[in-house]
């Protein structure tokens, strides 16, 4: 599976962005996938996961209520909707998919990373 993350930039704290995740090679079905994010000088964290095909989802503390992950599994595309962004909110975004049903909030248990995308929220 190669993913390709994508519908980052620059807004101001209390703006939106909607990232996108493409997959393309093998079949997207019957992957759980998720959205990591790390910024400068911090270790990679959980942001969000959704399940295969989509019933359920989990976010990080820091996100709920917020963000918002969906998925469209007739385009293989998993999308992260960001509401009312902070400035704490700044990283490259990574999405990444794991061969389980199940998304999961652990990184290391994800097979297939996309290249990520920059978020910047400035205040």
């Known amino acids: 599976v190669q993913l390709q993350a994508s519908g980052g930039g620059l807004v101001q704290a209390g703006g939106s962005l909607s990232l996108s995740c493409a997959a393309s090679?093998?079949?997207?079905?019957?992957?759980?996938m998720g959205w990591f994010r790390q910024a400068p000088g911090k270790e990679r964290e959980f942001v969000a996961a959704?399940?295969?095909?989509?019933?359920?989802?989990s976010y990080a503390d820091s996100v709920k209520g917020r963000f918002t992950i969906s998925r469209d599994n007739a385009k293989n595309t998993v999308y992260l909707q960001m509401n009312s962004l902070k400035p704490e909110d700044s990283a490259v975004y990574y999405c990444?998919?794991?061969?389980?049903?199940?998304?999961?909030?652990?990184?290391?248990?994800?097979?297939?990373w996309g290249q990520g995308t920059q978020v910047t929220v400035s205040s």
């Open positions: 990444a998919a794991v061969r389980s049903a199940w998304g999961s909030r652990d990184s290391n248990r994800y097979d297939y």
């Open positions: 090679g093998r079949t997207f079905s019957s992957y759980g």
């Open positions: 959704i399940s295969w095909p989509g019933g359920s989802s």
